[in-house]
């Protein structure tokens, strides 16, 4: 039976069973999968763990090859702006997260060209990766049965190429993990299901609870902005533009992951900390998230921590609000992330059929 002690001076658990453990993020982004990484390996690095983070400074080598046609230019042209950052601030995009916490001694940060190699893996005892890019880039320099994927969300979404992305899959023989049901849900054709590790709210949320400072809710709607067609941006400008016709007296807040609106005069704020961030929530009545692409993402779960409201996606019914079962199971996670007292779900035998509330029972 292993024995475990806490270390006084950084609050991890150090135990006999202790592993040595290597996370590759696909770049040096603020987005969902480098935080999550972050808070992988504090809560990792809790346990006792030693943890290192790879992050590569010429990332997307694999998708650019592989999708794009051997486009060697096309790459460097993306890159390029990778490696400029990289020239102005070489720290990992969430550092604020892992210095914040006393057990930061334990993660190890390590800035890369494109991936790690066979003498930086060795002593890793387990390996995750955050994209599938990564899976054929570290097969012959990682055992492929001691490496995890962690599926965000289906990359031939984004990508297409599906039967690449699918054949690597199928062939992976690590294990695989989801970060919600509806993420599970678009990859069981072509391999097992998997289980399913669903987002968390980090930290900085929830660690100085009692010593936050919370500012008045004096702002209306929070909007998450992404250049990205499938963060669903066009239904977000339209919505708040029509809002402003209706009632032009609406405070609204842009958080840009990676571009400004064109037609929207609110004020935009980017690459900001997570303790920012959560004054941002706490400051703001909604969050607008029109994005269901991952399921159900991370911003909901921390708005909802802050009290502050998801907007519903378009209805389900076109015209008006029906709702989409499929994603209560996310949805019930995220409400027991921000700590709710009880449950109401509304069940049916036959929920189609149902005479009220159809499209939300289960």
């Known amino acids: 039976m292993s024995t475990r002690s806490m270390n006084s001076e950084n609050g991890s658990v150090s135990t006999p069973d202790s592993l040595t453990i290597g996370i590759v993020v696909p770049s040096n982004n603020r987005a969902g999968a480098q935080k999550l990484a972050a808070i992988c390996a504090i809560d990792l690095a809790r346990l006792g763990h030693n943890v290192h983070i790879f ?66 893996t060795s002593k890793l005892d387990r390996l995750i990766v955050m994209t599938i890019a990564q899976v054929p880039e570290m097969q012959n320099i990682f055992p492929p049965e001691k490496t995890i994927y962690q599926i965000h969300h289906p990359e031939e979404r984004v990508y297409i190429y599906p039967d690449i992305f699918e054949e690597l899959r199928r062939s992976f023989t690590g294990r695989i993990i989801a970060i919600s049901p509806w993420t599970a849900e678009q990859v069981w054709e072509h391999i097992p299901t998997p289980p399913v590790v669903p987002d968390v709210v980090s930290n900085a949320f929830w660690d100085p609870s009692n010593e936050i400072h919370v500012p008045q809710r004096n702002k209306d709607i929070l909007f998450h902005f992404s250049l990205a067609g499938h963060k ?111 449950l109401f779900i509304e069940v049916h035998d036959d929920p189609d059929h149902a005479l009220c509330d159809a499209r939300t029972q289960l």
Request: charged share 20%; with cysteine.
């Open 55 to 120: 992050i590569p400074r010429l990332p997307y080598y694999y998708y650019y090859f592989v999708t794009l046609g051997r486009n060697f230019y096309q790459w460097l042209k993306t890159v390029r702006h990778y490696f400029l950052s990289f020239l102005r601030d070489r720290r990992f995009c969430f550092h604020d997260l892992i210095q914040e916490t006393t057990i930061h001694a334990n993660i190890h940060i390590h800035n890369i060209l494109r991936r790690p190699g066979k003498r930086q």
């Open 232 to 342: 669903g941006k066009d239904f977000g400008e339209k919505l708040l533009t029509t809002l402003g016709l209706i009632r032009p007296g609406t405070r609204c807040t842009v958080w840009s992951r990676d571009g400004v609106p064109e037609d929207l005069n609110s004020p935009v704020v980017k690459n900001i900390s997570e303790s920012a961030l959560r004054d941002l929530y706490l400051s703001h009545k909604m969050l607008l998230f029109p994005s269901t692409f991952e399921g159900f993402g991370m911003p909901p779960i921390e708005a909802m921590a802050c009290g502050c409201i998801p907007i519903q996606y378009p209805g389900s019914l076109g015209t008006s609000s029906g709702g989409q079962r499929e994603f209560i199971p996310d949805l019930t996670r995220a409400a027991i992330g921000a700590k709710i007292n009880a």
